[in-house]
Each structure stands twice: as C-alpha cells, then as structure tokens.
C-alpha cells in the first residue's frame, strides 16, 4: 500500500505561486500516471495536471500556462509549480496515483491552497 502525503499548501495573493509536493512512501516508477486534483467548496472534485510514466502530461483549461506538473522518480516525489494563482484556484489540493492510465489507485489527504483577491 503506497501512501501519497502532500505540502506545500498555504494563503497567497491574487498573482503569487505556490509549489505543491507529493511524497509517496514506495516507489512511484511503477505508476502509469499520476496527477493533481483540486475540489473547491460546493464543487466536484476535478483534474488539474496529470503526468504520464512517459513524462506526456496533460493540463485542465483553467491552468494551462500557469501550472507546470512534474516527476521525480528518483524521490518518489510529484510536484504541482502553480504561478499567477487566482481566487479561484482557492481550493483543497489532492495528490493520486493510477497504476494504469485510465483510473486512480491512491489519493493523498489533501493540502489546502487559498489564494486571496
């Protein structure tokens, strides 16, 4: 059981960046994809970034050219570069990992992001 704990979460003003991590405890090479969801108040939960074993990645609308995901096998680490935020990025942040393409084996608890007008 591969356990996934995410940081780097906090308050920012409208503009700022922030860097998300996601550390898993076991080795994240075997993992087809993973990936970065956020779920804001009243709202489903949904894809921002996802990053393939190929290193392809895939981005929501909404962040594209502001969000950057990135691997780092060597760590077992996951990172989330998010710059020029706005309000409505405000949102828990959730770390997953799939060990195929198309589904979602291990979610981290969350770490929240708040980004301030």
């Known amino acids: 059981q591969v356990q996934l704990v995410e940081s780097g979460g906090g308050l920012v003003q409208g503009g700022g960046s922030l860097r998300l991590s996601c550390a898993a405890s076991?080795?994240?090479?075997?993992?087809?994809?993973m990936g970065w969801f956020r779920q804001a108040p009243g709202k489903q939960r949904e894809l921002v970034a996802a990053?393939?074993?190929?290193?392809?990645?895939n981005y929501a609308d909404s962040v594209k050219g502001r969000f950057t995901i990135s691997r780092e096998n060597a760590r077992n680490t996951v990172y989330l570069q998010m710059n020029s935020l706005k309000p409505e990025d405000t949102a828990v942040y959730y770390c997953?990992?799939?060990?195929?393409?198309?589904?979602?084996?291990?979610w981290g608890q969350g770490t929240q992001v708040t980004v301030a007008s």
């Open positions: 997953a990992a799939g060990k195929w393409s198309s589904r979602w084996d291990y």
């Open positions: 076991g080795s994240i090479g075997s993992f087809a994809v």
């Open positions: 990053v393939f074993s190929g290193g392809v990645t």
